[in-house]
């Protein structure tokens, strides 16, 4: 019996040893690395004083507004915001925006702009930022805003 529980002991060492040189492999064998960055999977949610800021600071950054007209009419739009509605967030963004430039996404309150930011990722933009508390919190805020007129 104690002969058995020798032999598996040393089949046991014997694999662990087997299987620790197995997980070594010289830089030769090495899979090459992919040094080329992926797509971000998820945005950046900022609040509204982020988003003014960033926006001041980058004249590369864009603010869109996806709203309805008939909520831009109501309230003003941020100052330069591109209108793209929800509804035509997939349609026209690969047209009107560029993918490799920071793009803030507001609403009303920010659930609307988390929907179209995942719509932008999945569109392939690299730089995607939700503005938490849409438009009812820039107007709180006091940040500028202009008229909507159709």
Same mark, same amino acid.
């Given at each position: 019996?104690?002969?058995?529980?020798?032999?598996?002991?040393?089949?046991? +060492?014997?694999? +662990?040893?087997?299987?620790?040189?197995?997980?070594?492999?010289?830089?030769?064998?090495?899979?090459?690395?992919?040094?080329?960055?992926?797509?971000?999977? #998820?945005?950046?949610?900022?609040? +509204? %004083?982020?988003?003014?800021?960033?926006?001041?600071?980058? *004249?590369?950054? !864009? !603010?869109?507004?996806?709203? #309805?007209?008939?909520?831009?009419?109501?309230? /003003? +739009?941020? #100052?330069?915001?591109?209108? !793209?509605?929800?509804?035509?967030?997939?349609?026209?963004?690969?047209?009107?925006?560029?993918?490799?430039?920071?793009?803030?996404? !507001?609403? @009303?309150?920010? @659930? %609307?702009?988390?929907?179209?930011?995942?719509?932008?990722?999945?569109? /392939?933009?690299?730089?995607?930022? @939700?503005?938490? /508390?849409?438009?009812?919190?820039?107007?709180?805020?006091?940040?500028? #805003?202009? *008229?909507?007129? *159709?």
């Amino acid at each position: 019996m104690l002969l058995k529980n020798v032999r598996w002991a040393v089949l046991a +060492v014997l694999l +662990v040893v087997a299987v620790a040189l197995a997980a070594c492999s010289s830089e030769d064998d090495a899979a090459p690395v992919n040094t080329e960055q992926a797509a971000p999977s #998820t945005y950046t949610t900022v609040d +509204v %004083r982020q988003a003014h800021e960033a926006l001041s600071a980058d *004249p590369d950054a !864009i !603010i869109v507004d996806v709203r #309805t007209p008939q909520e831009w009419a109501t309230t /003003g +739009v941020p #100052t330069d915001a591109v209108l !793209i509605t929800l509804d035509e967030i997939a349609q026209r963004a690969p047209d009107a925006l560029p993918q490799d430039q920071p793009i803030y996404l !507001i609403c @009303n309150s920010g @659930n %609307r702009s988390r929907v179209a930011a995942d719509a932008l990722l999945q569109l /392939g933009f690299t730089s995607v930022y @939700n503005v938490d /508390g849409g438009i009812q919190d820039w107007l709180r805020a006091d940040l500028p #805003t202009e *008229p909507y007129t *159709p």
